[in-house]
């Protein structure tokens, strides 16, 4: 089957737009040059992709999975194009990281700083997001790799970078805040602060407290761990974070203390595309991160190098 990227394109945008008139205008064609590409799509397959009516557009079974089919080969297409491009630009000395905000804002500054001073003509274009919005960077090509969670996949290899330990966040005047350590038990408790769902650290934590069958109704959820952080200081409940996170909480006033039972890391992996050579300003960046590891550079508290 010989489909052209003209074909699934056309495909892709009527089946996600459930019309032709509206795809049409978002691809900024004519409605009869859609249809047509469609119908020789499925002319090529031999199967019926949509079924129509005045007013609908809806996907049969096959027109899901070309859908799925079609999104990957045109993700791969774009992928590859912007390598080129950036290629074509004389754009190779700059280097696209995607990675969490605590990963950002704490780990790389100094990664970035002895980086630049190497390399001074080099560029670090930042990502930051959650996990779920880092790996997509790399996957579709934005990205050179990511510094993130997250587990190996067909599409990613990870390689251990570093891990940070979860501590309990309270206000200073908690009685939880009397003690050396906190366990996990201790702080269900009591009011939970969560950071939202689509953060690791939230993913992490709610897995913990899964594994010592704690029911936790978050008392309150933000999606800014600053915003969670504003929470505890005003004394209405407390929260985990890993080690990491701890610089974006703000100034407080809250105290930490070391979480146990269980003892839980949060791991930090490198993530690349698999089977993909990175640009060789991206492979300089690594390589500069590689030393600071190598060296020992100073982490935070609770953060080692994996």
Do not use: C
Not at 59 to 66: C, F, I, N
Not at 81 to 109: D, I, Q, W
Not at 128 to 146: K, N, Q
Not at 168 to 182: G, I, K, N, S
Request: charged residues 20%.
């Amino acid at each position: 089957m010989d489909a052209t990227l003209r074909q699934l394109s056309a495909y892709a945008a009527v089946a996600r737009a459930a019309s032709f008139t509206a795809a049409a205008a978002q691809l900024h064609v004519s409605q009869s040059s859609l249809s047509r590409a469609v119908a020789d799509l499925e002319r090529l397959v031999g199967a019926q992709l949509l079924e129509r009516d005045t007013r609908n557009v809806q996907l049969t079974a096959a027109g899901a999975e070309a859908l799925r089919i079609a999104d990957q080969i045109l993700g791969a297409h774009r992928a590859g194009m912007k390598e080129m491009e950036r290629f074509l630009l004389g754009e190779s000395g700059t280097v696209a990281v995607a990675t969490l905000p605590s990963v950002a804002a704490v780990l790389l500054p100094q990664v970035i700083s002895r980086f630049r001073r190497e390399r001074p003509h080099a560029s670090v274009r930042i990502m930051d997001g959650p996990e779920r919005t880092v790996l997509a960077h790399v996957t579709s090509g934005d990205a050179d790799f990511a510094i993130t969670t997250g587990e190996p996949s067909a599409q990613l290899e990870h390689r251990p970078l570093v891990r940070d330990r979860f501590v309990a966040v309270l206000p200073p005047e908690h009685e939880l805040a009397e003690r050396d350590e906190v366990t996990w038990e201790d702080l269900a408790r009591h009011p939970y602060l969560a950071i939202g769902r689509d953060s690791s650290v939230r993913r992490l934590a709610d897995a913990t407290f899964a594994q010592i069958d704690a029911r936790v109704a978050p008392a309150a959820e933000a999606g800014s761990v600053a915003t969670v952080g504003g929470l505890v200081a005003a004394g209405l409940g407390v929260s985990a974070m890993p080690a990491l996170v701890l610089p974006l909480l703000g100034s407080g006033p809250f105290v930490t203390r070391p979480l146990s039972r269980p003892v839980v890391h949060r791991r930090l992996d490198v993530a690349m595309r698999t089977r993909r050579t990175v640009p060789l300003a991206a492979h300089r960046f690594l390589e500069t991160l590689d030393a600071l590891r190598e060296a020992g550079s100073g982490l935070p508290d609770g953060v080692s190098w994996a």
